[in-house]
């Protein structure tokens, strides 16, 4: 009989992927730190779950490959094997193929995979173990201080571990006349909801008594992670026999022992105290209260397509709300005006709402990049500290989502061309080992995300020769650019300076593509570097994409919004004000000369048969410079709802997207970046 | 890239399959689409011209919140638009994750046929333009052309 699993599929996949980027992290912690226990007691964890899981849903090479993997994980855990670099490399191959298995079962073409190479490798290390063994098998148990362990036995209290918080309660409660007891309970091998039956333990134990501990934890137990037994450490005023007496009533259980304790027998361990109050801080706030088995910060994984709709509603209704807010101003009804007042309330909450749930920590894309970076530093043999900073901060998901290539290509680049090679550096008398940082933050409506080298600098006239070799420039403007245009070269379409075509950059993808792309996330692009000392990429984005502000202009019939992040001012000029430089109109605005361009000409509209006297301008921001643009009318500043014009319009210059404005007609958002 | 799932529906016709077909004009001429592509029919919407974009494509449509482009067949293969104003409708259809619709003179009808009576077009056009083009279908003396929507919306 074979179920049909694949209503699992989806669910199988997320975790998987959850799984192997904490696989990839923790390896990677191991790898700095061969002795972390912990790392190496998650990366076990994760192995072992994705092995049932794959085993589960009929992934047979999937499981297999785990399988062979576990082993070796197992080895290491129990300090038969060390986790040398060889032994790690084996490790990083395997979570690659298995990556690219889960990758396949995505793309519906199944999980089928020729492992056998990389078996070959995990088996070689194991049996490579042989001399090993004998002389691990005589040395001390690698020390793990996580999980607790599951068995206490109750005649000795050994078993239960307590922090100084919980001690220094045991403490209060001694010095009060209360007296601790442990206590076993066992819970029947058949019975089959066991963490109903603790619950009702615990409330038993708890109505003259209070817990203290519990081994497992009382989450751990809450979860159904124990074995059918469970050991209690319980202070009480009136010793034991009525407790006993309610525990009785309920079945399925049985009290398999239980000893008035001294505070005494139960020193608190410092160390591994200290450790667990590190590693679970929720779990310690689940035995401080003490109370009952409180639940953790509970969180409910949804489908984004859902996020979405709720997103695209929240949208519709803004957008009706601006036009009720429309009809109240025409009309001039007070009580209307009221009204729409609370309701204007209630949906900028909704809206903040909405957003925050769409926001997720930078973290997502951040946590692949460790990897990439050692990866990277090996194949290019230089070596290189990645630190990471504010990976908690908040984005939009859209952004999220379209964030990680052009990071990827600017990490590329620090470690490419930024850091020098090794020698290289010692003769500049810096640390032998490179430093790249990655850093996010907020700063008002923003995020910035900045990526930091202490390498070489950006050499300008190299830039400037290449550029010049290129054709890009001539050697006359060569001469004539200052820093901020020789910068600019960088992102012209085409250019790298790498001397040497790598593997790693120079794949004829430029920064072009990194700043088109973050322009198109609204975002912008700035560099600062210091000649041998190191460059610095600074991204400025958006902290949403989807409901924005926007001036609404119109030009002959039609209505196009201009996000307001882009627009500078408006003003009003006449058409003597218009002068000819260059072929190029333009026109002053208090000293500064701007080019002036017609949005008529840009959109492919017919020019107007007669030139008004006076015309409206508004004038914008492109990086850094300003440029007038001549509409037809303003019509005024609205919040707007972005919507995606589809893959069939992907990438029209000067066009970000498309509204659905109050009418319930279409208006399209100028990108102003492309429209030039 | 040939992928064998997400084929077109029309490419997996059994001869003595039934299949519903949506007649409709452009210009002078008969059309038809496959009915399992159709999503709705709807009289002219207002549409928004999106400017730098290929002239066949008409603009982008409202349907209940979602941006729909319209594509004119008259303009992309230079037929001559005929009929009432009144009469012209814009029909939708989702091809994969595609929603995409297309300005017509007039809809006609639906009818019923059998995938035996679609007629290779090799025999009935030679010209290169004849891609975007199924087969013609006979269904007592109209002959319509069905059309391959994966092609046109390439």
Known sequence: ?676 | MENIESAPIESSYEANQDIQIVAFKLGKEEYAVDILHVQEINRLLNITRVPRTERYIEGVVNLRGNIVPIINLHTKYSIQSAGDEEDKRIIVFQIDDLKVGIIVDEVSEVINIKAKDIEETGRVYESASSEHIKGVVKVDDRLMILLDLNKIFD
Request: net charge negative; charged share 25%.
């Open chain 1, 1 to 676: 009989m074979k179920m049909d699993m694949s209503q699992y599929l989806d669910v199988f996949l997320e975790e998987s992927k959850e799984h192997l980027e904490n696989l990839n992290q923790k390896l990677l912690e191991l790898e700095k730190n061969p002795d972390n226990g912990s790392s190496l007691n998650e990366i076990f964890r994760s192995a072992h779950t994705l092995k049932g899981m794959s085993s589960t849903m009929g992934f047979e090479d999937l499981a297999d490959l785990t399988h062979h993997m576990e082993d070796i994980l197992s080895d290491l855990k129990e300090g038969l094997l060390t986790a040398s670099p060889y032994v790690v490399d084996a490790l990083f191959k395997s979570f690659d193929r298995i990556q690219s298995i889960v990758e396949n079962i995505e793309n519906g073409h199944g999980g089928e995979s020729d492992n056998r190479d990389l078996i070959e490798v995990l088996d070689g290390i194991k049996s490579g173990l042989g001399a090993q063994e004998a002389a691990a098998a005589a040395e001390p148990q690698l020390v793990l201080e996580s999980p607790p362990p599951r068995e206490a036995a109750l005649s000795s209290v050994n078993g239960i571990d307590i922090n100084e918080y919980e001690h220094s309660i045991l403490q209060v409660a001694e010095n009060s006349g209360m007296k601790i007891y442990a206590m076993k309970i066992e819970i029947d091998r058949d019975c089959l909801m066991k963490s109903v039956r603790a619950y009702m333990v615990f409330r038993a134990l708890e109505e003259d008594g209070e817990v203290v501990k519990s081994v497992p934890s009382a989450q751990d137990i809450d979860d159904g992670k124990f074995d059918g037994n469970f050991t209690v450490l319980l202070v009480s005023k009136n010793g034991l026999d009525e407790t006993i007496k309610r525990l009785n009533n309920i079945s399925e259980i049985s009290v398999a022992g239980y000893e008035a304790i001294a505070l005494t027998q139960l020193a608190p361990r410092e160390t591994s105290a200290a450790k667990t109050e590190a590693e679970n801080l929720v779990l310690d706030g689940d035995v401080k209260d003490g109370k009952k088995g409180a639940k953790i910060k509970q969180t409910v994984r949804v489908d984004i397509e859902r996020l979405d709709n709720l997103m695209n509603l929240v949208g519709e209704l803004v957008m009706h709300k601006g036009r009720l807010e429309q009809i109240a101003a025409n009309r001039k009804i007070i009580e209307l005006n009221e009204a729409m007042e609370q309701i204007d309330r209630i949906s900028t909450d909704l809206q903040s709402v909405v957003m925050k749930v769409r926001m997720v920590p930078v973290e997502q894309v951040f946590n692949r990049f460790p990897r990439m970076v050692r990866d990277l530093s090996k194949e290019l043999n230089k070596e290189v500290d990645f630190i990471i900073e504010g990976k908690e901060t908040e984005l939009d998901r859209t952004v999220i989502d379209e964030i990680g290539d052009p990071l990827i290509h600017l990490l590329r680049n620090a470690i490419d061309h930024g850091i020098e090679p090794t020698a290289e550096r010692l003769v500049k008398g810096k640390p032998a080992k490179g430093t790249v940082l990655l850093r996010a933050r907020h700063e008002g409506n923003n995020v910035y995300i900045e990526v930091e080298d202490d390498g070489g600098g950006i050499n300008t006239e190299r830039v400037l020769q290449k550029a010049v070799e290129k054709g890009l420039i001539d050697t006359k403007q060569a001469e004539l650019m200052g820093w901020d245009e020789t910068i600019g070269l960088l992102f012209y379409p085409g250019f790298s300076t790498a001397g040497t075509v790598t593997d790693v950059s120079g794949r004829g993808v430029g920064l072009d593509v990194v700043k088109s792309k973050i322009e198109a996330l609204s975002g912008e692009i700035f560099v600062e570097a210091r000649p041998g000392l190191g460059t610095r990429f600074r991204i400025k984005l958006p902290l949403t994409l989807a409901i924005i502000q926007a001036l609404m202009i119109a030009v002959q019939n039609e209505v196009y919004a201009i996000p307001l992040s882009a627009v500078d001012e408006t003003t009003m000029i006449s058409s003597q004000e218009i002068k000819m430089m260059q072929k190029q109109e333009v026109i002053q605005l208090r000293g500064t000369v701007l080019p002036l361009y017609r949005l008529t000409g840009l959109l492919g509209l017919p020019d107007p048969e007669q030139e008004n006297e006076s015309m409206y301008v508004v004038v914008v921001r492109k990086g850094d410079r300003q440029i007038g643009l001549v509409v037809d009318t303003l019509i005024g500043q609205q919040e707007i709802v972005i919507k995606s014009l589809g893959r069939l319009f992907l990438g029209i210059p000067g066009i970000a997207g498309a509204i659905v404005a109050g009418d319930g007609n279409v208006r399209l958002i100028l990108d102003i970046s492309t429209l030039f």
